[in-house]
């Protein structure tokens, strides 16, 4: 079946550093991929969508200077957190849909990240 | 952000009885999807409806895409403790959307054995 990747698994950092988050599908192609972020005990939020080869689109109140997205090839989607804050800390989950198999999504096992 | 109304928030129920949750939404999706989710884990697909009035099963779990494309409804027979997590809908848009998936709340399933 489609896996997708994401790595590191968890991170800790210091405030005001810059954290780098990978998301690969390994054995499909993705055009397109999309970043979630989960706060404890609710439910996963859309940041932005990741298309291969052009600009992320963001939604409405996610800054794209603070969360710099990367696709740069049909499997591979990097998100940095900037100058990160302990606000930032959360859970970061990617899904890469397969445009091969009915555009289904399928998700990362996510990547904790705390911000000390 | 948007987001679908998934109920109920929770469950508590005795292993082998049925189970039921459903979403509902003011906007019309082209697809609906149920995803299970386990603590520190990514969301993992069980079923996807593609079309208005369609009832799909996948084991003891079955699902069907309401007619208005508004709603859906999923149950579960027989559950087991291997059932615990959080179960969460998704509606899929299409027509220049990117075919994001928009969320419900999530029903947290807990299983007494």
């Known amino acids: 079946g489609a896996v997708v990747s994401q790595h590191p698994s968890w991170v800790i950092c210091k405030s005001g550093t810059s954290v780098k988050i990978e998301c690969r599908s390994l054995?499909?192609?993705?055009?397109?991929m999309f970043w979630y972020r989960q706060f404890p005990k609710q439910s996963l939020m859309l940041m932005a969508t990741s298309n291969e080869g052009s600009k992320a689109t963001y939604e409405q109140g996610v800054e794209k200077d603070k969360f710099l997205i990367n696709h740069a090839s049909l499997t591979l989607s990097t998100l940095t957190v900037t100058s990160a804050h302990p606000e930032d800390s959360s859970f970061y989950i990617c899904s890469a849909r397969d445009a091969d198999s009915t555009d289904t999504q399928y998700f990362g096992p996510g990547t904790r990240l705390t911000v000390l | 952000g948007q987001q679908l109304n998934q109920s109920p928030q929770s469950m508590f129920i005795q292993e082998g009885e049925d189970v039921s949750m459903n979403c509902t939404s003011s906007?019309?999706?082209?697809?609906w999807l149920w995803y299970k989710q386990d603590p520190g884990e990514g969301p993992v697909l069980l079923i996807a409806l593609y079309k208005a009035g369609e009832l799909t099963s996948n084991g003891r779990l079955t699902a069907q895409f309401g007619i208005t494309r508004k709603d859906s409804f999923l149950n579960i027979s027989a559950s087991i403790p291997s059932d615990v997590g959080i179960y969460f809908c998704a509606g899929q848009l299409w027509y220049n959307q990117g075919g994001k998936l928009i969320f419900g709340q999530g029903t947290e399933l807990s299983v007494k054995p």
């Open positions: 054995d499909f192609q993705a055009t397109t």
């Open positions: 906007s019309i999706f082209n697809t």
